[in-house]
T-cell receptor, first 114, second 115 residues
């Protein structure tokens, strides 16, 4: 079955540390890729998206992600996290052969300590 | 714009009862979806729609029905509630371009408990 895998379920790090969250998917064709964030008690918000073009995409709040087609990966990075980045992060993939059928990874809970 | 609205915010049902979760969007988006969110499992797609009159199943459609008679509304019906349907339900909508559907705009969610 086609799937979206997020490598870490739980990450704890200190303020100013760098963050990288892994995401791999198993679809073979064209895909649109997304990272969403869910702050405690809130609904999901878009961090960034990739459709085509430059594989390094920049999003809000200093986040960026790199699409590596050969590795079926779309990893999220932030050079220096803040306490306010404590949230759950979700990778999502929409394959071109079924537009609208967005599939999410299981999520990574990130806790940033002061 | 109100964006994506969902009602109710909270609901408690007894096993076997039926109910409809309402979802509406005022952004004229073609795509609408229903997800359930359970701890450690991310969001799982229940049903989705690519336009009025067109719906399709997602990953976990059993026990749920949808219809899309207008662009704005996409209600989710629980036919006979079961404790396994205890979850937080999110409705979302998105617009599309030649490159496919864009990001989802999420509603605030409905927290459903089935006893």
């Amino acid at each position: 079955a086609q799937s979206v895998s997020q490598h870490n379920h739980h990450v704890i790090l200190s303020e100013a540390a760098s963050l990288e969250l892994g995401c791999n998917y198993s679809y073979g064709g064209t895909v649109n890729l997304f990272w969403y964030v869910q702050y405690p008690g809130q609904h999901l918000q878009l961090l960034l998206k990739y459709f085509s073009g430059d594989p390094l995409v920049k999003g809000i709040k200093g986040f960026e992600a790199e699409f590596i087609k050969s590795k079926f990966s779309f990893n999220l990075r932030k050079p220096s996290v803040q306490w306010s980045d404590t949230a759950e992060y979700f990778c999502a993939v929409n394959p071109a052969d079924s537009w609208g059928k967005l599939q999410f990874g299981a999520g990574t809970q990130v806790v940033v300590t002061p | 714009n109100a964006g994506v609205t969902q009602t109710p915010k909270f609901q408690v049902l007894k096993t076997g009862q039926s109910m409809t979760l309402q979802c509406a969007q005022d952004m004229n988006h073609e795509y609408m979806s229903w997800y359930r969110q359970d701890p450690g499992m991310g969001l799982r797609l229940i049903h989705y729609s690519v336009g009025a009159g067109i719906t399709d199943q997602g990953e976990v459609p059993n026990g749920y029905n949808v219809s899309r008679s207008t662009t704005e509304d996409f209600p989710l019906r629980l036919l006979s509630a079961a404790p396994s349907q205890t979850s937080v339900y999110f409705c979302a909508s998105s617009y599309s371009s030649a490159g496919g559907p864009h990001e989802q705009y999420f509603g605030p969610g409905t927290r459903l408990t089935v006893t």
